[in-house]
């Protein structure tokens, strides 16, 4: 089982408005938390959720969610900073299960994206293996 999560996290305080980030970014929060959050879900062992195969010539080339995920905020940072938004509070989450082998990959146009921009990239990783081992116990 493999699963990755993405989310775009925006770290709020009391009184900022969850609808207002949603109107400047587009989108609305589709993952619970007292943040404002947007999450895509890949799920490598669901075939209705695996996603079309594409041959790309470059591995820069291949869409990620570093890109998704800066083409929401591109050109909205000032708005947001209207609403109490700063860069600082901006974080990409990366949650992936993996059995056996984790392994992740940026390229450095990605990474270059995310310092520009000021954005905080998080991963969390765990085996699920290891989790299912514990609860035969």
Excluded at 19 to 43: H, M, Q, Y
Excluded at 47 to 54: G, L, N, P, Q, V
Excluded at 104 to 120: A, C, H, S, V, W
Aim: charged residues 30%.
């Amino acid at each position: 089982m493999a699963k990755n999560q993405f989310v775009l996290e925006l770290e709020i305080e009391r009184g900022q408005s969850k609808e207002a980030i949603s109107t400047i970014l587009g989108v609305e929060p589709n993952w619970k938390s007292k943040n404002w959050c947007f999450a895509v879900v890949r799920d490598y062992d669901n075939d209705d959720c695996i996603e079309e195969i594409i041959e790309y010539e470059h591995f820069d080339d291949i869409p990620s969610f570093v890109d998704q995920f800066i083409d929401l905020l591109d050109g909205k940072f000032e708005q947001l900073a209207e609403v109490g938004i700063k860069k600082s509070d901006i974080i990409f989450w990366q949650y992936y299960a993996y059995d056996g082998q984790c392994n992740l990959e940026f390229t450095p146009r990605q990474l270059k994206k995310l310092g520009d921009n000021e954005i905080r990239l998080c991963i969390s990783c765990w085996d699920v293996s290891a989790q299912e081992e514990e609860s035969q116990e």
